[in-house]
């Protein structure tokens, strides 16, 4: 553990992923006391139209 | 909150989500007690070879 | 399919939480072209400490 | 119940997720005392660049 | 990879979730074709009253 | 976007998730180019015998 999933907006860039991939592993050891090693990050990416705010698609 | 994924077939159309989207914030409004803004609902699609019931994938 | 989970504050009612399946069922019925007994629901509870928004956690 | 759900990465085939599904349904069965239509696997494939194990994409 | 959730009932026991996960990771080992290391996996208990299917909780 | 969720091991305190959780919203408004208010952190804990790892569950 930790097991962390990020679910965003389609768009972003692997260097994207890297960076935050890198300071959130950062964060979990220093703050939580885990290890790099099990600290697991899993981004999944979505378009507009499958993500609804306020009873809106976030397309509108 | 609340934090609402709905996990589904591929093959819905943008309005169906847009409909359910929309009924789904008056009922988590009006039951949930929660207001439209922090209502956020996420769709996942997934292919019929990616879901299992019964011991089979459901494409069979 | 669909599997919906629902993730919100604890305190919602048993209550509540039948009257919000109910409603969503009908939707998912009527707009996603389902059926009932292929709609699961799943509601999670959580306290206000272990949700955060704008970098602060709820309870605050 | 249960809900099972698979994150992986993408690459396997379909009949490495049938089989898999099928052992785990009987596993299901068996152990945890469920019925084989009560029980739904869902598999969800990511790429390597959208995960990350000790700080780094798995990609690199 | 691969992580894998299980949600159901409370009230399986250690022993069943020892014996299951044993067997799930066996079988995400021949069959996915993962180390046993890579595989991880999360049980998470819900009462019947969290869980609706066809419309109605399950503690019905 | 995003909603990040942390399974994690039940022991970590009110202070560690609000040190946690302000740091990965520093980390999505920098990196990811969002704001903070459409930064939503859920954590879930859960105890040593609901996790297993290389076939094993972790409370052993």
């Not at 990020?6 to 991939?21: C, N, S």
């Not at 939580?32 to 509108?60: N, P, V, Y």
Request: glycine share 10%.
């Amino acid at each position: 553990m930790p097991m962390i999933t990020v679910d965003l907006f389609e768009g972003r860039t692997r260097e994207q992923r890297e960076a935050f991939a890198k300071g959130v592993t950062e964060l979990a050891v220093r703050i939580l006391k885990t290890t790099e090693g099990h600290t697991w990050i899993l981004f999944r990416d979505h378009g507009k139209s499958h993500w609804a705010m306020g009873g809106k698609l976030c397309d509108q």
